[in-house]
């Protein structure tokens, strides 16, 4: 699984880490960001935020049009 950003970048040998959980796209340790986030979980009639934050991997490009 060769990292997309690698590839345009002509590096298509890199080790893609994770996928793009906005793109889809396959992406490596140098170009992913693995960010916390919050779990939402069913509780009886009601939704509750789990204690433990979970995880997601979001490629460079998604990481800076969420903070754009
Ligand atoms: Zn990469
Ligand atoms: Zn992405």
Same mark, same amino acid.
Do not use: F, K, W
């Given at each position: 699984? @060769?990292?997309?950003?690698?590839?345009?970048?002509? %590096?298509?040998?890199?080790?893609?880490?994770?996928?793009?959980?906005r793109? !889809?796209?396959?992406?490596?340790?140098?170009? @992913?960001r693995?960010l916390?986030?919050?779990?939402? %979980?069913?509780?009886?009639?009601?939704?509750?935020?789990?204690?433990?934050? !979970?995880?997601?991997?979001v490629?460079?490009?998604c990481l800076a049009a969420e903070a754009a």
């Open positions: 699984m @060769a990292c997309y950003d690698c590839i345009q970048e002509n %590096r298509p040998d890199s080790t893609g880490i994770g996928i793009c959980t793109c !889809g796209l396959a992406t490596c340790h140098d170009h @992913a693995v916390a986030t919050h779990v939402q %979980r069913a509780n009886g009639m009601s939704r509750s935020t789990s204690r433990l934050a !979970g995880r997601r991997v490629c460079r490009t």
